[in-house]
Nanobody, 122 residues
Framework: QVQLVESGGGLVQAGGSLRLSCAAS????????MGWFRQAPGKEHEFVGG????????YYAESLKGRFTISRDNAKNTVYLEMSSLKPEDTAVYYC???????????????WGQGTQVTVSS
């Protein structure tokens, strides 16, 4: 079992930055990859990017590369999503999720956090 808790969402002006955290717990975290997804109102979940606990390897959605950065702190069992140059279209509920390997496909992820709202004002 893996438990995930996101935090750090909020309201930010366009052009600003925000860092989301995902605190994970579970006995075999090192065998998982963590993904970030987002869901805007009325839209499907969108893959943002992912990171492997084991070696920190990352993978990003092409459209978000350069503005979003994912990192991890193994000592704290926490994964971060740093977002910069935020745009109103980045407004969404952001979720972290755990899977056996990095994947852009939502169905590959067995464990999900509750989500944290990010609102970017224009």
């Amino acid at each position: 079992q893996v438990q995930l808790v996101e935090s750090g969402g909020g309201l930010v002006q366009a052009g600003g930055s925000l860092r989301l955290s995902c605190a994970a717990s579970g006995r075999t975290l090192s065998s998982y990859a963590m993904g970030w997804f987002r869901q805007a109102p009325g839209k499907e979940h969108e893959f943002v990017g992912g990171i492997k606990w084991s070696d920190g390897g990352t993978y990003y959605a092409e459209s978000l590369k350069g503005r979003f950065t994912i990192s991890r702190d193994n000592a704290k069992n926490t994964v971060y999503l740093e977002m910069s140059s935020l745009k109103p279209e980045d407004t969404a509920v952001y979720y972290c999720a755990a899977a056996r390997g990095i994947s852009a496909r939502r169905r590959e992820y067995a464990y999900w956090g509750q989500g944290t709202q990010v609102t970017v004002s224009s």
